[in-house]
């Protein structure tokens, strides 16, 4: 709550018969040359201005801000909610509760933790593809979703009776950012404070990179770590750097036969060429008018493809029109238009703001792509399909079997919720592909086949394993929806099939699909060619897409063949769509289909026909190819405003299995201790209400010794669960069997499985250790410092009072931004990390977690200095932030051990300390943001 007003700007906005109080932006100098983005972060601090953590310096540097200057000024930005999906949200609400026991410890009212911003959380991460291809396929995968994760299930209904201002959309509902645009975003906000009405704009973060996909309704917002978000509910500010913004000016229009995929191909590969890793991305121009919503949403998802925090576009009468579609108030929408105009937030497409760089595309160059096939700017031209595929198949067909073995077992089969942010995912996966040393052959391995004793059918490289039309980029958006329904009739009225190894699945963003597909009569023709629908979900894109038929897979695996998948998602990372597929295709709905229809990625559209009709003529691409105007008519004549009133009505009430499960009451949690889902955490043990005060680290040994972009999929669990590891052999030990295990995401609710998976990649480089990959290290406790679990040799560590460090390189914790690689880090004992540069979310992580983030000297590493891992390390200097001082630098000293090769001299420096900002130095002597923020609850 704002308590100073430096400007002048509270004022009165009257709609209607309503009366809002707002903070005017116009009473700050320069407001009217900002981009729409900076304009709403301007709003912001007007409205949480203190005098502390915002300062009018502050709003006056937002006012005075240069396009071309690097990001230097901080600020604090309050977002309006906080969005989350099941699997990261889990850990979020666990903490809440565990907090709300430690408050009842120290004295204090467990009623008082509760979200301080509103929090909505959306579950549609768990549901498996498991059955494709039959009409009972859906049920039967729910069915099986609730049995994998009722306990979840059970927590999360307690919380949403439990807390004030946190709602639940069970499953089987949508995917979280299709309704988040169809439902849960008001682009104006309002809440009452002092007894008035507040209206300001609509700003979230999200536990899911993809949450930019509000970003097309005008509503500004971004994906962040599970602590940011639980920091963001508990009412702490996000702290960050004015950034740069891009201006990406679109003109033109859309021709015949592109989708919006490809559009949003286009764009991703521009931008990730241009470089806007950090920025803001904002598209305006006479182009931006003819631009659909959903066609907006569809590129605002891809923002994280794209590299940029957050890709924006104006309020303008397109907003307005899609309100009242997906059934807004009237009232609602009549404020969001006197809102945004009375902010100079409504587009004009006359005035240009200033912006720190420049782009433009002409709609009418784009062509039919596809992406893959390993990232989503790997853009293709879809006439270059074929000859790219007989290239990039060079990189696969001799891939290292005993390679796939693992990714099969390991981390890469990703059932979570967010893989890697592209600019880190070549030296995020390293692959290994081992290659003999003369040319690799693609040699055909031809393999005959037969599923269920039906006729046998011929395996080779390039065969479409998964076609799947799944992920909120593409299935909130009717005109690729229903130009693949269309095209789907137009097949099978030409007698068209799928191909039988191909695994069709439909995953739709929100029921609203359904009841288009059903009204446009274009549901039967969709399942004519395989494509019954398999959950509400995120499904393939996350890598829930479920095992193929068991011979398929065993011939895929013995014969080593590169098959592929196809689907209309927005990350095609290697590993993460299945386990059996190396290669994987982003493309349009249509598209998906059309390759489900050939069977093969070494297939070409313009000369190889799809196959005979009943005549015995050869059918290709174009004679099946749903015309524009058509897809538009059925568009307009299959949609409506009802279908969406109707299908929200009850969003937050769930199905029958959601209402009848066994719930838990009261306002502390019951935990049950024999739960491997969820467990309370041990973040308050022995917590008091006086801080104890921070001193410097002695005699640490270090856990790993890391080389460069060492990323959050490195560090943090994710995928599936190895029988032989830490973590499984724990699930084994408390009764579950190796198919019940679940992935790691399932279990984030339970720190005992999490601390086991952190640093368990199969793909991380220890090196203190040669030549061995996974989540292995010296334990230095034993005599002959033997090679050990990271988890087990932490234990010993920590049976002997041992602190621990990381050594890491340059870009430590880039990729998605994951609470668990924070957490897992300090819960095994790890005091500091020193690296020679961090990625921005994952140092302030650390803080959050009580781990201090440290850097090398300028120019040095590990390397340099002569550091090998077997020192005992000690950093002094740390007392100084007792005195609510933050020191520009700790004092390391590295002392030979017995471990240390025979000569081996101390090695000391000054570590830069990247404790930036006074509440990050509260955060850690506090010992954490949860411990700073319980203690200023009570």
């Not at 000024?73 to 850990?91: C, L, N, S, Y």
Request: hydrophobic share 35%.
């Amino acid at each position: 709550m704002s308590t100073v007003n430096s400007f002048g700007s509270k004022d009165t906005l009257t709609v209607g018969s309503a009366d809002y109080e707002v903070f005017r932006i116009d009473k700050v100098a320069g407001y009217e040359k900002l981009p729409f983005s900076l304009k709403v972060l301007l709003e912001n601090l007007l409205r949480t201005e203190d005098g502390k953590n915002v300062t009018k310096s502050q709003i006056e540097s937002l006012g005075s801000w240069v396009p071309s200057a690097d990001p230097d000024t901080e600020i604090q930005f309050t977002p309006a909610r906080v969005v989350m999906q099941d699997f990261t949200g889990v850990p979020c609400i666990v903490d809440l509760a565990t907090m709300r026991e430690a408050v009842a410890e120290l004295g204090g009212d467990p009623t008082k933790i509760n979200p301080l911003a509103p929090a909505e959380l959306v579950i549609d991460h768990s549901v498996i593809a498991d059955l494709f291809g039959s009409e009972n396929a859906l049920e039967r995968n729910v069915e099986l979703e609730y049995q994998r994760n009722g306990e979840r299930y059970q927590f999360l209904r307690w919380g949403q009776t439990a807390f004030d201002d946190f709602k639940v959309v069970p499953p089987g509902t949508g995917i979280v950012h299709q309704v988040n645009i169809e439902h849960l975003a008001r682009v104006t906000y309002t809440r009452e404070v002092d007894g008035k009405t507040r209206a300001f704009p609509d700003t979230l973060v999200g536990t899911d990179s993809h949450t930019t996909m509000v970003n097309g309704l005008g509503v500004l917002g971004w994906g962040v770590g599970g602590i940011e978000a639980e920091a963001a509910m508990l009412g702490q500010p996000v702290s960050m750097l004015i950034p740069k913004v891009v201006g990406f000016k679109l003109n033109g229009e859309i021709p015949a036969g592109v989708t919006a995929t490809d559009v949003v191909l286009t764009i991703t590969q521009m931008l990730r060429q241009h470089g806007v890793v950090g920025k803001f991305v904002e598209f305006y121009g006479e182009g931006v008018g003819a631009v659909p919503l959903a066609n907006r949403a569809t590129i605002g998802n891809m923002s994280p493809e794209f590299g940029s925090t957050a890709a924006m576009f104006p309020v303008d009468d397109v907003t307005l029109d899609y309100l009242r579609l997906t059934g807004r108030s009237e009232e609602q929408v009549q404020l969001v238009e006197a809102y945004a105009k009375l902010q100079s937030l409504w587009h004009d497409p006359s005035v240009e703001p200033n912006y720190s760089e420049y782009l433009e595309l002409d709609l009418a160059t784009v062509v039919p792509s596809i992406a893959g096939p390993k990232r989503p700017q790997d853009r293709i031209e879809l006439t270059s399909a074929k000859s790219q595929f007989e290239i990039d198949l060079n990189n696969y067909a001799s891939m290292d079997h005993s390679k796939v073995d693992a990714a099969v077992e390991g981390t890469f089969p990703a059932s979570d919720p967010v893989g890697l942010t592209p600019q880190d995912e070549d030296s995020a996966h390293e692959r290994s592909h081992t290659h003999s040393s003369h040319a690799p052959s693609t040699a055909s391995q031809p393999t005959s086949v037969s599923v269920d004793g039906g006729d046998p059918f011929t395996l080779d490289h390039g065969a479409v394993a998964i076609a799947a039309i799944t992920s909120c980029t593409n299935t909130s958006n009717p005109s690729v929806m229903l130009a693949a329904g269309l095209l789907a009739r137009n097949a099978a009225a030409k007698g068209l099939k799928s191909k039988p190894w191909v695994k069709t699945t439909l995953a739709p963003g929100s029921k609203v699909v359904t009841d288009y597909y059903a009204k446009s009569g274009l549901d039967e023709s969709l399942e004519a060619l395989g494509f019954y629908t398999v959950g509400y979900g995120c499904t393939t894109c996350i890598g829930n897409s479920g095992p193929l038929e068991d011979e398929i897979s065993a011939a895929i695996n013995e014969n080593d063949l590169a098959v592929t998948a196809v689907l209309s998602g927005n990350r095609n990372f290697e590993g993460r769509i299945n386990p059996d597929v190396k290669m994987n295709y982003l493309a349009s709905p249509p598209l998906v289909i059309a390759y489900a229809l050939a069977g093969s990625m070494n297939f070409d559209f313009d000369t190889d026909a799809l196959g005979q009709d009943q005549d015995g003529n050869d059918v290709f691409l174009k004679d099946i190819w749903p015309d524009a105007a058509e897809v538009q008519a059925t568009i307009d004549s299959s949609i409506d405003r009802d279908m969406f009133t109707h299908e929200y009505a009850g969003v937050f009430d769930g199905d029958e299995r959601w209402q009848n499960l066994p719930t838990p009451t009261g306002s502390t949690f019951e935990w049950d201790d024999e739960s491997t889902y969820v467990r309370k955490p041990p973040y308050f043990e022995g917590m008091t209400m006086e801080i104890t005060p921070v001193s410097s680290i002695s005699g640490a040994r270090v856990l790993a010794k890391l080389g460069d972009s060492v990323t959050t999929d490195h560090i943090s669990p994710a995928g599936s669960i190895k029988g032989d590891s830490p973590a499984g052999i724990y699930l084994a030990e408390h009764g579950i069997d190796r198919k019940d295990f679940n992935s790691y995401g399932s279990r984030r609710g339970n720190h005992e499985v999490m601390i086991r998976g952190t640093f368990a990649n199969i793909r991380l480089k220890n090196q203190l250790l040669d030549g061995v990959e996974g989540g292995y290290t010296r334990d230095f406790t034993t005599p002959d410092a033997a090679q050990s679990f990271i988890y087990d040799a932490a234990q010993n560590y920590a049976a002997q009072e041992t602190p621990l460090v990381v050594l890491g390189g340059k870009e430590y914790g880039s990729g998605s931004s994951r609470d668990w690689a924070a957490k897992g880090t300090s819960l095994l004992g790890v005091k500091a990390v020193i690296c020679e540069s961090f990625e921005r979310i994952h140092r302030s992580n650390l803080i959050g977690m009580g781990v201090l983030p440290l850097q090398f000297p300028e120019g040095q590493s590990w390397e340099t200095l002569g550091l090998d891992g077997t020192e005992s390390i000690s950093i002094t200097g740390v007392e100084e932030l007792n005195d609510d001082r933050i020191p520009s630098t700790l004092h390391v000293v590295a002392e030979p051990t017995a471990h240390s090769p025979e000569g081996k001299a101390t090695i000391e420096f000054d570590a830069k300390l990247r404790i930036d900002t006074p509440g990050e130095a509260d955060y850690y002597r506090n010992g954490g943001i949860l411990q700073y923020v319980l203690r200023s609850l009570v």
